[in-house]
């Protein structure tokens, strides 16, 4: 199973708004609606940001949310502050009953 | 609370076997399924494979099929993660995940470093 794939970096400045895609295939993104993105700051553990494409759990901001078409899944941060630099990764279910997680995106606040 | 607590780090020879464990506790640890990642220096998180608390039926990654061995002692409410014939590059931190089979990862837990080198 091939890692979903995302941008290496994104960036912009504070109060601005980014998107981070995620691309798969039929067999992963595409086909099912249970991505999740998680957000890891260095050395700490993941923290669960958006599951099943656009849901958010209890105590995540609402300036992150998540979106999918075909087979790309998207993490948009709105009113980007300096808290959310950080990387971010997306993971999907996946058609043999398994996860794939995608290649990673550092986030940077200008 | 739910909280995970995973054992501590190892070093490990080249060859040898790692064994981590994941003990959990603030719910029902049978009605959850545990999944493992790992997360070598530096890179991306990797998706190891998963067990069914409540009848310990797993499901591996096929890039970690035959080498990974995940197990449960529901009296303990904890999950073992078992990876043998340890080369350098199975230098990660392990991660154990509370989640369904078809889910999201809520619940992580603190992670363990296993280090391979002679």
């Known amino acids: 199973q091939s890692a979903l794939t995302q941008p290496a970096s994104v960036s912009g400045s504070p109060g601005q708004s980014i998107t981070i895609s995620c691309t798969g295939t039929?067999?992963?993104?595409?086909?099912?609606?249970?991505v999740s993105w998680y957000q890891q700051h260095p050395g700490k553990v993941p923290k669960l940001m958006i599951h099943?494409?656009?849901n958010r759990p209890s105590g995540v901001s609402n300036r992150f949310s998540g979106s999918k078409s075909g087979n790309t899944a998207s993490l948009t941060i709105s009113g980007l502050q300096a808290e959310d630099e950080a990387d971010y990764y997306c993971s999907s279910y996946t058609s043999s009953t398994a996860y794939v997680f995608g290649t990673g995106t550092k986030v940077t606040v200008l | 609370q739910v909280h995970l607590v995973q054992s501590g780090a190892e070093v490990k020879n080249p060859g040898a076997s790692a064994k981590v464990s994941c003990k959990a506790s603030?719910?029902?640890?049978?009605?959850?399924?545990m999944h493992w990642v790992r997360q070598a220096p530096g890179q991306r998180l990797e998706w190891m494979g998963w067990i069914n608390t409540g009848n310990g039926n797993t499901k591996y990654s096929q890039n970690f099929q035959g080498r990974v061995t995940l197990t449960r002692d529901t009296s303990a409410s904890t999950v073992y993660m078992e990876v043998s014939s340890l080369r350098p590059e199975d230098t990660a931190v392990y991660f154990c995940?509370?989640?369904?089979?078809?889910?999201?990862?809520?619940?992580w837990g603190q992670g363990t470093l296993v280090t391979v080198s002679s």
């Open positions: 995940m509370r989640g369904a089979i078809i889910a999201h990862f809520d619940y």
């Open positions: 603030g719910y029902t640890f049978t009605t959850y399924v």
């Open positions: 099943d494409v656009s």
């Open positions: 039929s067999s992963d993104v595409g086909g099912y609606n249970y």
